[in-house]
């Protein structure tokens, strides 16, 4: 036969025919890389259920290349193993990844030098594999006639990730860990110095700082969950943790409750241990993190620097200090911290200085130095050309070297200390030279300042005492008035126009001499004396100072004999209750709705974390808050309970508040703390929603308790509209509704420590902070159909002290 009379097409055939066979040969399958065979440029093997992908990956805006593992089905590349950690590539095209003939898989950069290698030396020649598996594990195989040996697999050398089927623990034979290493920052996986390991007992997890500084500890093992970490009992997608000791390795390992959940713990860059779930991998901020807060990480700003959790950006340097390394600064990678500007001048203590931080809490290490003042101390530190600050709490600290764990707090802390910054003389001199002004100049100053407060008090004094005249009360805008009980009668006509009555007292409408309209509330009688006066003066020039958009504004105040009054702006549109639940007033559409849900949880927030002392609501529901002319909400009567400082010391032991929102520490006898309030918000987000009560029955529908229908249909994915008020006819963002069912159902989880904040809240209902589904509270979950006596039961049961969740799940059974 011959090739000449061949028809063109056959030649094509042929060629194609070719071509498939060596693209054949180059891969033994999409998830196995054979003996001679490599990746490089944008080859990738696939594990066999389509699950992890390996291949070459540049992290964020970097422009270094590593070998990596990630998940093939989300859109954010989510890496949880690196290779190469410590020696990046430039380039993807001319590098390779290559199993060799010995079994050793190497990483070649463009001038096929070794830089990674896993060492796995074969005595099997030519039959050996490399093999992606769909756990995300990556094992090398030695294979003969009679077995399957692993060379060397990946999850015995994890990174920062912890996966199903994974191991963190450590290996007795080659004693080696299986610890996780953070990533340096999101651009650069690099090790960095926090490390998340399990003890040599095989008992307890703990976070460390440069493998040798302990901050956090999960607690012993108890067979079910670790002690400190209670939230593992309520995870539902997690399973069958299990501790394995042998006598070649102990570790624990876990499975995933759910294939398509894709459960990981990582320990991050800021050295916090976070699980992560779902498909989009919502972060679990409002689940747990350890530490909660990042200036509760050792060392986490590093040397010579500040940290705040009131700062935009937590880490700042010293007075008279710089970034060590200003590009990974930028990458909020701090571990390098900072250095001084200006060297010291040890030689000559004299010409150095102090820079003084007034209110801190004071870094670790400190030596005492026996001296009796806090001059003597000024000067030992000086003496010393190591001491690199000193402070004087009751006696002489002062440290030497680097200063780690400085953390700077807020001006009205009354924890914070006074602590001095050693720094040479010219970095002090913008300072010194504020200080040595001339005292002519200072004098002048002082006595334009006194001569001004003189002329503003006879100012005061003349508009006081034509006020008194007048009858007018405008009071300027954030100060208190002190009113007359005459001026009050007068105002609310004799106490004629009653607009409400609630727990704390009875609520008159009235208008003051300049047309003002005024709220008046009438407490309930209190016990007069000396002692309870002050008292009430004290909370009321409190709460007189606090100025919110979202908080009504108190106006002023009036004691006579044991009665006392409270007068605030008055509220055109009334109560949420009344939109809410009566039928005479206009539906609420739902924009309206969620802008009075986010309006109370910012005013939440700013009781809880933003005033001097943590304000406690302890009554939240839809009669105390109020709407404003265009609908803007006010939470009213906060402050009015008690106020609690923010150690959270104190137990309240009267149960207050409201049946249907109190949270359950209410009746099982545990401290309240702000949680209380994120409870009781979480209930009245529900009746937002509803337009309907929680402990009403669906008339339309089956009969369950609304926080048990929310959970049920989120959970399952129903169709969320479902849940809205009937009246607004489905007419609702999905979005915003979702969102809200979602962050109210993890609002009132049984145990206060899986609420969130209510900054959280607001973050979450701003769309800043994604949320993820979370677990029924098992007493919803006891209760089932007949949930509504929860309601019925709080009322029986409110004298119940330190009860468990099972007796309390069955006190709310009857």
Not at 21 to 40: C, H, I, Y
Not at 394 to 415: F, H, R
Request: glycine share 8%.
């Amino acid at each position: 036969m011959s090739f000449t009379n061949t028809k063109p097409w056959l030649y094509l055939l042929l060629l194609l025919l070719f071509i498939l066979s060596f693209r054949t040969q180059k891969s033994k399958g999409l998830d196995t890389l054979a003996v001679g065979q490599s990746l490089s440029g944008n080859q990738t093997l696939t594990s066999q259920g389509g699950t992890f992908e390996l291949g070459f990956f540049t992290p964020g805006n970097s422009k270094n290349y590593y070998i990596g593992i990630w998940y093939k089905g989300l859109p954010n590349k989510t890496v949880v193993w690196v290779a190469n950690r410590n020696e990046p590539l430039s380039d993807s095209s001319l590098p390779e990844l290559k199993l060799f003939q010995d079994g050793n898989l190497v990483l070649l950069n463009q001038f096929k030098t070794p830089i990674w290698s896993t060492n796995s030396i074969s005595n099997i020649a030519h039959s050996t594999s490399a093999m992606l598996l769909d756990n995300g594990n990556f094992v090398i195989r030695g294979l003969s006639n009679s077995s399957n040996v692993i060379l060397w697999q990946s999850l015995d050398y994890p990174t920062d990730s912890w996966l199903p089927g994974w191991k963190v623990g450590f290996n007795k034979i080659r004693n080696s860990k299986y610890s996780l290493t953070s990533w340096r920052s999101p651009e650069n996986p690099a090790p960095s110095l926090f490390s998340f390991e399990l003890d040599p007992s095989g008992t307890t997890f703990m976070l460390f700082w440069n493998e040798s500084k302990m901050y956090w500890t999960s607690g012993e093992w108890t067979g079910k969950i670790f002690k400190l970490i209670p939230e593992m009992e309520l995870d539902i997608y997690i399973k069958n943790v299990t501790q394995v000791s042998n006598e070649n390795e102990i570790y624990f390992t876990y499975e995933a409750s759910f294939n398509t959940t894709l459960p990981r713990y990582v320990i991050e860059p800021t050295g916090q241990f976070r699980p992560y779930w779902g498909n989009n991998f919502t972060r679990l901020g409002l689940y747990w993190t350890r530490p909660l807060e990042k200036c509760q990480v050792h060392a986490f700003c590093g040397g010579f620097s500040t940290c705040s959790q009131d700062r935009s950006t937590v880490c700042d340097c010293m007075h008279g200090f710089e970034p060590r390394v200003m590009k990974n600064w930028e990458l909020e990678d701090h571990t390098d911290g900072c250095v001084r500007r200006t060297r010291l001048n040890c030689s000559n203590g004299e010409n150095d200085g102090f820079f003084m931080i007034q209110k801190a809490r004071l870094p670790v290490n400190s030596e005492s130095v026996a001296v009796g003042s806090i001059e003597n101390c000024k000067v030992a530190c000086l003496s010393d050309c190591f001491c690199t600050a000193y402070a004087y709490d009751n006696e002489c600290l002062i440290w030497k070297g680097d200063l780690y764990n400085l953390q700077e707090l807020s001006s009205d802390d009354k924890t914070g200390k006074e602590f001095y910054v050693r720094l040479a003389e010219s970095e002090l001199e913008p300072v010194v030279n504020t200080a040595k002004k001339s005292d002519k100049k200072a004098w002048l100053i002082v006595g334009a300042i006194v001569g001004f407060f003189i002329f503003f008090g006879i100012v005061m004094l003349l508009i006081w005492i034509q006020r008194r005249k007048t009858g007018t009360f405008e009071g300027d805008e954030g100060s208190l008035v002190v009113f007359q009980y005459r001026d009050i009668r007068r105002a609310t006509k004799n106490f004629s126009e009653k607009l409400g009555e609630g727990g704390f007292g009875t609520v008159f409408r009235g208008t003051l001499p300049n047309s003002t309209a005024i709220a008046v509330k009438r407490l309930k009688n209190q016990e007069q004396g000396e002692k309870q006066d002050k008292q009430f003066l004290t909370e009321v020039s409190t709460i007189g100072m606090i100025q919110h958009i979202n908080l009504i504004r108190l106006r002023g105040f009036c004691i006579k004999g044991m009665e006392r009054f409270l007068v605030f702006d008055y509220m055109l549109n009334g109560s949420l209750e009344s939109h809410l639940f009566r039928k005479d007033l206009n539906v609420l559409d739902w924009k309206t709705r969620y802008k009075i849900a986010l309006g109370t949880a910012r005013g939440l927030a700013y009781l809880h974390e933003k005033c001097r002392d943590c304000i406690i609501h302890c009554d939240i529901k839809p009669e105390n808050i109020l709407l404003d002319a265009d609908y803007n909400s006010k939470v009213a009567d906060f402050g009015l309970a008690k106020l609690i400082g923010r150690e959270f010391s104190h137990v309240l032991t009267t149960i207050r508040g409201t049946v249907g929102y109190l949270a359950p520490e209410w009746i099982s006898g545990e401290a309240i703390t702000p949680k209380a309030d994120v409870f009781s918000y979480g209930m009245l987000l529900f009746e937002i929603i509803s337009g309907r009560r929680n402990r009403e029955l669906f008339h339309d529908g089956p009969d369950i308790y609304f926080p048990v229908r929310v959970f049920n249909i989120i959970n399952q994915g129903e169709d969320i509209l479902s849940l809205l008020d009937q009246k607004l006819e489905s007419n609702a963002d999905a979005e915003e509704l979702n969102r809200a069912c979602r962050v109210a159902c993890w609002c009132i989880q049984f145990d206060e420590r899986d609420r969130p904040t209510m900054g959280q809240v607001v973050k979450v209902l701003e769309g800043v902070l994604e949320v993820g589904l979370c677990p029924t509270p098992r007493f919803l979950q006891a209760l089932g159909e007949n949930s509504i006596h929860y309601i019925i039961c709080q009322e029986t049961s409110s004298g119940s002290k330190h009860m468990h969740e099972d007796d309390i799940i069955s006190t709310f059974q009857c």
